[in-house]
C-alpha cells in the first residue's frame, strides 16, 4: 500500500493531506506555519498526519508540494543579486520597461517606481547581434562575453540572467554565453532567455528572465534543504513542486525554472476546488480562497480553470503560465484600523500572519483583525486547527475595542460587522476582476469556498455576487492541499511564430505544434512519466495583422488531423472570443504570434465523500445553541458538527457549522444542504 502526501504553506497555516492511493482514504492535519524555515512546519505536519494515519513516513511514495518561497522572495524582496547580460545597445532595458504607471490620471506624479530585479551597474553589454529571422547580424565577440563577465564576479552577484536580442530566433548565442559563464562564474545558477521564454518582445523576455534568476537560489535551497530533511526523516518518495499553472514538476527541474511557481500555493487550491466543484455537479465555478494573510479568486469554465500568459507578484508581473486567479489583501488575520485623517475604517493589506497572529490566537498580537471580529460576533468556536490554537476572546474583544473607540461607537460588536463588511466588499472586488472584467456574469456561476476562513464569508459573498450555490467543500481548510495531491505533471514548450495566416499553411502549423509537444513531452519522460500516460494540449497567441496585442486560442487536438481546415478553425474560434471582449471584429488577416504545446500525466485517483442518507433533520449534528451578532441584533443560531451531517440534511440559517479545519456560516434567510459527496451547498430561502 502506497500513499501520495498533498502540502500547501499559506502565510498563517500550512496543511497537509495524505492520501492512500489504493483505496483513496484521507487524513488531514493543520499546523501552524513557520515563516522563518517553512520546512519546520512542514515536516511537522507530515509526521503528525503520518501518525494520525498509523504509517511509517517511508510508506510515501510522493510527497506534492505547494509552496510560496518564490513568491515571498519577491514581495519581500530577498532575492539574489543577479547579474543581466544583454545586447550592445540594450543595457537599460528594464529600465525603460513599459509606459505603464498603475492608478488614476497622473498617478505617476506619487507612484514610487519600483527598483529593477537587477540593478543597472549588474547589467553589462556584449559585443553580439541576431536579426528577427535567426541570422546573425553580428558575430559573439567571446574576448568581449569574458572581459564583461569578469565585472559582473567583481560585483558579487549570486546568480546570472542573459538575454541576448532575438534570441527566440536562434539561441546559440545565449548558449554560448552560458558556457563560458560556467568557466568563469563557477557555482553562479545561469538563466537564459531562449529557455524561459523563448517568445519577441525583449521587455518581458528579460524581466521573466532576471525573476528567474532572482528567486533561484531562495527556491534551490528551500527544496533541497526539504527534500533532505524529508529523506533524513525516512520519507524515501519523491518531492514534486507544483507549477503556477496547476501542474507539477520534479524538484530538480523547480530548481532550474522556479519563475513557473510564482503562484504555486493558489494554483492547488483551484485543482482542489475543480475536484469538489465536478464531485458537487457543477462545472463553472468562482473559486474563493480566503486564508490567514490573503484572498485568491479565480474563475473556472466547464471544470478548466482559466490559464493566464502573464503571472503577477506585487508590483512585478511576468509571462509565465499560471492559473488566472487574482490576489486580495483580505484574509483571518488582516488587520482593521482607522486612519487619524479620515476616521474611515479600513480594513488591510497589512496582515498580523502566523506570527504574532490575531490578538484571539494569545501569541502575543494586539491589532484588531478580521478573526477578532468574527470571534466578537460569535462566529468561531473557542478552539483552531483540531484544538491546536485556542482562542481568547477578551483578548478579541479588547482589540476590536480599539476600533469601535476610534469610531467613537458605543457597540464591540458594530465595530466587529464594521470589519466584516469591509473585508467582504475587498473581496467582492476581486470577484468582479475575474468575472465582471473579463465579461462572466458571476450570477452564472456556482462559487466554491475554502481555505480556513473562507466559509466563514462565503454565504455574504455570494448575497454580494448573486452567485448560486455557495460550495464548501469537506475539509475546506485544506483543499489546497487535496488540489496538491490531485494533479498531475505537466509541461509547456512555446516558441514564436508571428507570421500570417496567409504566409501559413495548415501543415506548418501542425509541424510547429507537434514538435512543440514532443519537446515537451520527451522532458517529462526524462521525469518518469511514460509517453502513452502524457496527454497534449495546444494553444496559439493570435491577432489581426496589425494590432498590439493577441488573445490565446485553445487548438483542438482534433484540428491538427485535418490541416486543411485547421487555420479556418482557429480564426473562428479568435473571432468569436474577440467579439466576445471587444464586440466588434476586424476584416484583415489573422496572425500567430506564438504557439505552445503542454503535456500533462494522469489525475490519481481519490475517493471521493459518500456520506449515508438522512432525512433532511440534522437535529442529529447538533452540538448547542449559540448566541450571534448578525443584522444589528443578537439572535440564536444552531451550532453544528459537520462530521454527524447526512446527505440530504438541511442546516437552516442562522448556524454555524463547525470541523477540524473550518468553520461555515449559514446566514438568516439561508439554508445549507448536505450533497451526498460532502458538500454543503447554500442558497437562499427564498427560489
Given at each position: 500500500?502506497?500513499?501520495?502526501?498533498?502540502?500547501?504553506?499559506?502565510?498563517?497555516?500550512?496543511?497537509?493531506l495524505l492520501v492512500e492511493e489504493g483505496t483513496g482514504s484521507t487524513w488531514r492535519y493543520k499546523t501552524a506555519s513557520t515563516p522563518a524555515d517553512q520546512a519546520v512546519g512542514v515536516l511537522h505536519g507530515i509526521e503528525q498526519v503520518c501518525a494520525e494515519a498509523g504509517i511509517e513516513l517511508a510508506e510515501v511514495a510522493q510527497v506534492l508540494h505547494g509552496t510560496t518561497v518564490a513568491t515571498n522572495a519577491i514581495l519581500e524582496g530577498k532575492g539574489a543579486r543577479v547579474g543581466?547580460?544583454?545586447?550592445?545597445?540594450?543595457?537599460?532595458?528594464?529600465?525603460?520597461?513599459?509606459?505603464?504607471?498603475?492608478?488614476?490620471?497622473?498617478?505617476?506624479i506619487i507612484w514610487p517606481k519600483p527598483e529593477p530585479l537587477a540593478a543597472l551597474e549588474n547589467t553589462v553589454e556584449i559585443d553580439e547581434r541576431i536579426a528577427s529571422d535567426g541570422s546573425v547580424v553580428r558575430?559573439?565577440?567571446?574576448?568581449?562575453?569574458?572581459?564583461?563577465?569578469?565585472?559582473?564576479?567583481?560585483a558579487g552577484i549570486q546568480a546570472l540572467a542573459v538575454s541576448l536580442i532575438n534570441s527566440f530566433a536562434d539561441p546559440a548565442h545565449e548558449k554560448r554565453v552560458a558556457e563560458i559563464a560556467a568557466e568563469l562564474l563557477?557555482?553562479?545558477?545561469?538563466?537564459?532567455?531562449?529557455?524561459?521564454?523563448?517568445?519577441?518582445?525583449?521587455?518581458?523576455?528579460?524581466?521573466?528572465?532576471?525573476?528567474?534568476?532572482?528567486?533561484?537560489?531562495?527556491?534551490?535551497?528551500?527544496?533541497?534543504?526539504?527534500?533532505?530533511?524529508?529523506?533524513?526523516?525516512?520519507?524515501?518518495?519523491?518531492?514534486?513542486?507544483?507549477?503556477?499553472?496547476?501542474?507539477?514538476?520534479?524538484?530538480?527541474?523547480?530548481?532550474?525554472?522556479?519563475?513557473?511557481l510564482l503562484l504555486s500555493g493558489p494554483a492547488g487550491g483551484v485543482t482542489g476546488a475543480v475536484w469538489a466543484a465536478e464531485q458537487a455537479g457543477h462545472?463553472?465555478?468562482?473559486?474563493?480562497?480566503?486564508?490567514?494573510?490573503?484572498?485568491?479568486?479565480?474563475?473556472?469554465?466547464?471544470?478548466?480553470?482559466?490559464?493566464?500568459?502573464?503571472?503577477?507578484?506585487?508590483?512585478?508581473?511576468?509571462?509565465?503560465s499560471s492559473v488566472d486567479v487574482r490576489t486580495v489583501g483580505a484574509g483571518g488575520g488582516s488587520i482593521a484600523h482607522v486612519p487619524e485623517l479620515t476616521r474611515a475604517l479600513r480594513v488591510g493589506p497589512q496582515s498580523a500572519g502566523a506570527d504574532p497572529g490575531p490578538a484571539a490566537y494569545g501569541s502575543g498580537g494586539v491589532e484588531p483583525t478580521v478573526t477578532d471580529a468574527n470571534v466578537v460576533l460569535g462566529y468561531l468556536p473557542t478552539t483552531l486547527a483540531g484544538g491546536e490554537i485556542s482562542l481568547d476572546v477578551e483578548a478579541a474583544r479588547a482589540a476590536v475595542g480599539k476600533v469601535a473607540e476610534a469610531m467613537g461607537l458605543d457597540s464591540v460588536e458594530a465595530a466587529a460587522a464594521g470589519i466584516i463588511d469591509i473585508v467582504n466588499e475587498n473581496m467582492l472586488g476581486g470577484v468582479r476582476l475575474v468575472s465582471v472584467q473579463q465579461g462572466f456574469d458571476p450570477r452564472d456561476f456556482a462559487l466554491v469556498a475554502f481555505g480556513g476562513a473562507g466559509p466563514l464569508h462565503a454565504n455574504?459573498?455570494?448575497?454580494?455576487?448573486?452567485?448560486?450555490?455557495?460550495?464548501?467543500?469537506?475539509a475546506p481548510g485544506i483543499l489546497n492541499a487535496l488540489g496538491d495531491a490531485t494533479t498531475s505533471r505537466r509541461d509547456e514548450?512555446?516558441?514564436?511564430?508571428?507570421?500570417?495566416?496567409?504566409?501559413?499553411?495548415?501543415?506548418?502549423?501542425?509541424?510547429?505544434?507537434?514538435?512543440?509537444?514532443?519537446?515537451?513531452?520527451?522532458?517529462?519522460?526524462?521525469?518518469?512519466?511514460?509517453?502513452?500516460?502524457?496527454?497534449?494540449?495546444?494553444q496559439v497567441d493570435v491577432r489581426y495583422h496589425g494590432q498590439g496585442f493577441e488573445i490565446?486560442?485553445?487548438?483542438?487536438?482534433?484540428?491538427?488531423?485535418?490541416?486543411?481546415?485547421?487555420?479556418?478553425?482557429?480564426?473562428?474560434?479568435?473571432?468569436?472570443?474577440?467579439?466576445?471582449?471587444?464586440?466588434?471584429?476586424?476584416?484583415?488577416?489573422?496572425?500567430?504570434?506564438?504557439?505552445?504545446?503542454?503535456?500533462?500525466?494522469?489525475?490519481p485517483d481519490v475517493a471521493p465523500v459518500t456520506l449515508p442518507e438522512g432525512d433532511g433533520d440534522p437535529a442529529g449534528a447538533l452540538v448547542q445553541e449559540h448566541t450571534i451578532y448578525v443584522g444589528g441584533e443578537h439572535v440564536p443560531a444552531g451550532v453544528y458538527d459537520r462530521a454527524k451531517l447526512r446527505a440530504g440534511d438541511v442546516v437552516t440559517g442562522p448556524a454555524i457549522v463547525t470541523e477540524m479545519d473550518s468553520t461555515t456560516l449559514v446566514l438568516p434567510g439561508h439554508v445549507a444542504t448536505v450533497h451526498p459527496a460532502g458538500s454543503l451547498l447554500i442558497t437562499p430561502v427564498e427560489g
Open positions: 500500500m502506497s500513499y501520495r502526501l498533498g502540502v500547501d504553506v499559506g502565510g498563517t497555516f500550512t496543511d497537509v543581466l547580460v544583454t545586447t550592445k545597445g540594450f543595457r537599460q532595458v528594464l529600465q525603460i520597461a513599459r509606459s505603464f504607471v498603475p492608478g488614476g490620471l497622473a498617478g505617476w558575430e559573439l565577440d567571446e574576448d568581449d562575453v569574458r572581459a564583461q563577465l569578469a565585472k559582473l564576479q567583481s563557477p557555482g553562479i545558477p545561469v538563466s537564459l532567455s531562449s529557455d524561459v521564454l523563448p517568445e519577441l518582445r525583449e521587455y518581458e523576455r528579460t524581466l521573466t528572465t532576471v525573476a528567474n534568476g532572482y528567486v533561484q537560489p531562495q527556491v534551490k535551497k528551500y527544496v533541497q534543504n526539504l527534500a533532505g530533511q524529508l529523506a533524513e526523516g525516512g520519507v524515501a518518495g519523491e518531492l514534486a513542486i507544483l507549477r503556477s499553472d496547476g501542474g507539477l514538476s520534479s524538484a530538480d527541474t523547480a530548481i532550474d525554472a522556479p519563475v513557473s462545472r463553472d465555478v468562482i473559486t474563493f480562497d480566503m486564508g490567514g494573510t490573503s484572498t485568491d479568486v479565480g474563475l473556472v469554465q466547464d471544470l478548466n480553470p482559466r490559464i493566464g500568459r502573464e503571472t503577477k507578484v506585487g508590483d512585478l508581473v511576468v509571462r509565465s455574504a459573498l455570494g448575497r454580494l455576487t448573486g452567485a448560486w450555490p455557495v460550495i464548501v467543500p469537506p514548450s512555446a516558441r514564436t511564430v508571428l507570421r500570417r495566416f496567409g504566409e501559413l499553411s495548415g501543415s506548418d502549423v501542425v509541424e510547429i505544434l507537434r514538435g512543440l509537444a514532443a519537446d515537451a513531452g520527451r522532458r517529462l519522460t526524462e521525469q518518469g512519466l511514460a509517453p502513452e500516460q502524457q496527454t497534449t494540449g495546444y490565446p486560442v485553445d487548438v483542438d487536438p482534433a484540428w491538427l488531423d485535418d490541416p486543411g481546415t485547421a487555420l479556418d478553425a482557429v480564426a473562428r474560434t479568435f473571432d468569436a472570443e474577440h467579439e466576445r471582449l471587444f464586440s466588434f471584429l476586424l476584416d484583415v488577416d489573422h496572425e500567430i504570434v506564438n504557439a505552445r504545446a503542454t503535456v500533462t500525466g494522469p489525475k
